[in-house]
C-alpha cells in the first residue's frame, strides 16, 4: 500500500527546505570547523573536503539523486547586484539628428537601443539605451552632451537579496522535482503516476517563471538603463502664412462653399444613397449638390477658369502647397489613383473630418468635385458611390 500523494510531497518538500537552509546557514558548530580549517597550512588544505561532503550528505539526507540529472549552473552571486538607471530631459534643435547621434554614442560603449518613440511632428521623443554597467557614469555624460540638459536624474537599486532569494526558489523546487522524478520511477500504481506527473508540470512551469526572472534581473544588473526624453526647441521665427497667388485655390475651404461657377456642361448619375440638393445648389443657396439622409457627407461640383493656362497636375500641386502652408495634416496624395482623368488629394483636419478634392482640367475650365464627411470611415462608406459618381461624369 502506498501512502497518499500528498503526505509523500510534504515529507520531500519538507526535507528539501531544511536541506536548503541547513547548506545556507551552517551551525555554529560547523562554522567553527570551517574557520579552523582554513587556518592550517597550505600542503593540508585539501583535508576539509571530506568533512565538507559529508555534511552536505547528512543534509540531503537518504533521499536519492539523479546521477543523470546535468549539473545546474550556479546563480547565487558572488558580489553585488546593483541596476543603475538614469533618465535625461534634452532639449535640442532637430530630433531626427539628435537621434542618429544617440545611436552613434550607444555603439561606441558597446550598447543598444532599446526603444524608440516619436511623435508624428518629431517634436518629441522618448528613446531608452541600454549600456554595460561599467561604462554607465561616462555614457550618461556624454549622452547628455547631445542637447541642453533640462532635467537628469539617477537611481541605483540594491537587487542582491532579491536574487539570491529567487535563487534559493529555483534550487528548491528544482530539488523538489528531482525527488518527484525518483519517486516517479519507482510508483507503479496508474493514478498515483498521474498525480505525480501534474505536480511535476506544476513545478516545471514555477521553474520556467523563475529562470526568466533571474535572467531578466541579470540583464537589468549587467546592461544599465538610460532613458532619454528629447524635446525639439521652440524656433523663434514663426512660419508666416503666405497666401497661395491663384485666387480661388487660396479661397478653398473645406467647411464651406467657395466656388460658385458652373459654366462647364457634364452629364453625372446621382449616387445611390444621396438626396439631389441640385436645384438650391445651382440656384447658389446650397452647401452641397448632393448629401446622405443624416447630412454626415456631402458633395459639392464646381468649376474655375484654367488661368494661367496649365494642366491638372500643376493644379493639384499649387492645392497642396497651399494646404501644407495651412499646416494640414496627414495631406495625400494619391499619385497612381486615377478616377475618370481626376486627381484627388485627401486632408484629415483637426477636428478628425475628412475632406477630399478632385480636379481635372477640361479645355479652359478646371472641374473640381469637393466631398465632406464627418470622419474617415463614414467617408470610406460612401467612397464606392461617391467614385461611381465622378466615373460617371461626362463632358461630350
Not at 558572488?78 to 550607444?106: F, G, H, P, S, W
Not at 529555483?170 to 523538489?176: A, V, Y
Not at 479645355?363 to 466615373?391: H, M, N, P, Q, R
Amino acid at each position: 500500500m502506498y501512502k497518499p500523494l500528498y503526505t509523500l510531497l510534504l515529507v520531500f518538500s519538507l526535507a528539501c527546505i531544511i536541506a536548503m537552509m541547513s547548506c545556507a546557514m551552517p551551525s555554529k558548530q560547523g562554522g567553527r570547523a570551517l574557520y579552523e580549517d582554513t587556518k592550517e597550512s597550505a600542503s593540508s588544505f585539501e583535508r576539509p573536503a571530506p568533512r565538507m561532503k559529508k555534511m552536505r550528505d547528512r543534509a540531503e539526507g537518504e533521499m536519492p539523486r539523479d546521477s543523470s540529472a546535468p549539473a545546474e549552473k550556479e546563480d547565487t552571486p558572488r558580489q553585488r547586484m546593483i541596476i543603475y538607471n538614469a533618465e535625461l530631459d534634452l532639449e535640442v534643435d532637430r530630433i531626427k539628428d539628435t537621434l542618429e547621434i544617440i545611436e552613434r554614442k550607444t555603439k561606441l560603449y558597446e550598447g543598444f537601443i532599446e526603444s524608440v518613440v516619436t511623435s508624428d511632428t518629431y517634436k518629441k521623443a522618448t528613446v531608452v539605451v541600454r549600456v554595460p554597467v561599467a561604462d554607465f557614469e561616462r555614457a550618461v555624460d556624454e549622452l547628455a552632451k547631445t542637447g541642453t540638459v533640462t532635467g537628469r536624474k539617477v537611481s541605483a537599486s540594491d537587487i542582491t537579496m532579491e536574487f539570491q532569494d529567487i535563487t534559493l526558489r529555483l534550487q528548491t523546487n528544482k530539488k523538489i522535482r528531482e525527488r518527484l522524478y525518483l519517486l516517479l520511477k519507482n510508483t507503479r500504481d496508474p493514478k498515483q503516476k498521474v498525480k505525480i506527473l501534474r505536480e511535476i508540470e506544476k513545478l516545471d512551469k514555477k521553474i520556467e517563471t523563475l529562470r526568466a526572472t533571474i535572467e531578466y534581473l541579470r540583464s537589468k544588473a549587467d546592461f544599465s538603463t538610460i532613458t532619454i526624453h528629447l524635446t525639439a526647441r521652440v524656433r523663434e521665427v514663426v512660419h508666416r502664412y503666405i497666401p497661395s497667388p491663384f485666387t480661388w485655390v487660396a479661397r478653398i475651404n473645406a467647411d464651406k462653399r467657395t466656388i460658385f461657377n458652373d459654366s462647364v456642361s457634364v452629364d453625372y448619375t446621382k449616387p445611390g444613397e444621396f438626396f439631389d440638393l441640385s436645384k438650391n445648389y445651382f440656384d447658389a443657396e446650397g452647401e452641397y449638390l448632393f448629401k446622405t439622409p443624416r447630412g454626415e457627407c456631402g458633395i459639392r461640383m464646381s468649376s474655375v477658369e484654367n488661368y494661367p493656362p496649365a494642366d491638372t497636375e500643376f493644379w493639384k500641386e499649387a492645392i497642396l502647397y497651399e494646404f501644407e502652408n495651412r499646416y494640414y495634416k496627414n495631406v495625400k496624395a494619391e499619385e497612381d489613383l486615377s478616377i475618370n482623368e481626376f486627381s484627388n488629394i485627401d486632408v484629415e483636419l483637426k477636428d478628425g473630418t475628412w475632406y477630399s478634392l478632385f480636379l481635372r482640367v477640361i479645355d479652359d475650365t478646371i472641374l473640381v468635385i469637393e466631398v465632406k464627411a464627418v470622419s474617415k470611415e463614414v467617408y470610406e462608406k460612401y467612397k464606392k458611390e461617391i467614385v461611381g459618381f465622378i466615373k460617371s461624369i461626362n463632358d461630350e
